[in-house]
């Protein structure tokens, strides 16, 4: 076992590296490649990182990623390392500039080392790397193993424009506020998704890295390719390019839930209009399925359609929630009207207001801005269905509607 692993194709430096760690104890190996992989256990695997169970003459506890590697393909490869061995100092060879500083540290780098530096002043910034190593692995525990399974609430229509993705944004904050840094928003419309949009998020990973084989195999490295909301809560987003929709399978989908149902208590899924397969690949998933409607006829008969056929499949959840948005008294239309058309009560009837639109513009979701309107009390009520507590609410309670 080596204590450091560099990765370079420069021998320059690599001779620079060895003779710096002549004055350590502890031998370097190196992988001459420019090349890094998604999943670093492919470079580590024949020099796996040894454990207090299974002791090793050397413990790996620096891994240098030196010159000739591509900057955005060493912070990425750091990322994952620090997910997956967080005590194992990364040492980025590049030089030191204020934006790579920040991105270095986002990333899990400990130390950033010019390519330049003589021996001595590599020599300590390794004794410095070492030391992180030393005080992580005595502060470190395993983790303790969830029991259980997360819910997975799916949000579904037939027919676009009617609010998903602002019921699914305001769902993550709320569930967020009763299990912080327990839930995950998954934007499921693939092509058109608008969840980055909708919570003014700048995601540098989307659903594209997040069924990768290396996130698939391990939730470790899931983890690294999900994005922090400030309110709380962790999102995964579509691709930027919608051709990359083409490359994602409804089995990658399935699996992905699965694996975040293992993690969180919630897993919110926005989806796309319609059924495609991805959404019927999630909708297996789904413990929870709520089912949105806008007040005008062709919506409503398109949603009792589609239950029919969910129903023939065998495909719907067992616990349903139908969600009435954007009702407005003045169309003609009563929710009663909407009810007989669907063939099924409405839960939650969330008016008309300015207030969404305004909160959808700024990307700020309406129960994190906190402001005082009827839909957000409405938005309120919709994420209480979910709350811990609501099992204990009696059965003839589960579909009562919730009058504006």
């Known amino acids: 076992m080596s204590r450091f692993i560099l990765i370079t194709p420069s021998t320059e430096f690599d001779a620079q590296l060895r003779q710096a760690v002549a004055g350590l104890q502890g031998s370097v190996r190196t992988f001459a490649t420019d090349m890094l992989p998604d999943d670093p256990q492919q470079l580590l695997a024949p020099s796996p990182v040894a454990t207090p169970a299974e002791p090793a003459a050397e413990m790996l506890e620096v891994v240098v990623l030196g010159p000739g590697l591509r900057v955005d393909d060493a912070l990425r490869f750091a990322t994952v390392l620090d997910v997956c061995w967080p005590e194992v100092s990364v040492v980025l060879v590049a030089e030191s500039e204020p934006s790579l500083v920040l991105q270095a540290m986002r990333s899990g780098v400990r130390e950033i080392l010019s390519q330049g530096s003589d021996p001595a002043q590599v020599r300590v910034l390794l004794e410095r790397a070492c030391q992180y190593h030393a005080s992580r692995r005595r502060t470190s525990a395993p983790a303790s193993s969830e029991t259980g399974r997360g819910k997975v609430i799916g949000v579904f229509s037939p027919k676009g424009g009617v609010g998903k993705t602002t019921i699914a944004t305001n769902l993550a904050v709320g569930l967020g506020r009763i299990t912080p840094m327990r839930v995950c928003i998954v934007d499921l419309d693939l092509q058109f998704g608008d969840v980055a949009s909708a919570l003014y998020l700048n995601p540098e990973h989307t659903v594209t890295d997040a069924v990768t084989p290396a996130a698939s195999r391990d939730p470790l490295v899931l983890k690294a390719f999900l994005t922090v909301h400030p309110a709380g809560f962790y999102a995964i987003c579509a691709p930027d390019n919608p051709v990359d929709a083409d490359?994602?399978?409804?089995?990658?989908?399935?699996?992905?839930?699965?694996?975040?149902?293992?993690?969180?208590?919630?897993?919110?899924?926005?989806?796309?209009?319609?059924?495609?397969?991805?959404?019927?690949?999630?909708?297996?998933?789904?413990?929870?399925?709520?089912?949105?409607?806008?007040?005008?006829?062709?919506?409503?008969?398109?949603?009792?359609?589609?239950?029919?056929?969910?129903?023939?499949?065998?495909?719907?959840?067992?616990?349903?929630?139908?969600?009435?948005?954007?009702?407005?008294?003045?169309?003609?239309?009563?929710?009663?009207?909407?009810?007989?058309?669907?063939?099924?009560?409405?839960?939650?009837?969330?008016?008309?207001?300015?207030?969404?639109?305004?909160?959808?513009?700024?990307?700020?979701?309406?129960?994190?801005?906190?402001?005082?309107?009827?839909?957000?009390?409405?938005?309120?009520?919709?994420?209480?269905?979910?709350?811990?507590?609501?099992h204990s609410t009696p059965a003839r309670k589960l579909h009562r509607r919730v009058v504006i």
């Open 247 to 390: 490359n994602i399978t409804p089995e990658q989908i399935g699996h992905l839930l699965t694996q975040l149902a293992d993690e969180f208590d919630y897993v919110v899924v926005d989806t796309a209009p319609g059924l495609p397969e991805v959404g019927l690949a999630a909708l297996e998933k789904c413990t929870d399925a709520i089912w949105v409607s806008g007040m005008d006829v062709p919506g409503a008969r398109g949603l009792r359609s589609g239950l029919g056929i969910l129903r023939q499949l065998d495909l719907l959840p067992e616990n349903r929630h139908m969600v009435l948005n954007m009702a407005d008294s003045k169309v003609g239309l009563t929710v009663e009207d909407l009810e007989s058309t669907i063939g099924a009560p409405v839960d939650i009837s969330i008016p008309r207001s300015r207030a969404i639109a305004l909160s959808t513009n700024r990307g700020i979701p309406l129960l994190q801005d906190q402001r005082k309107d009827p839909a957000a009390k409405c938005l309120h009520g919709l994420v209480q269905r979910f709350h811990p507590d609501w």
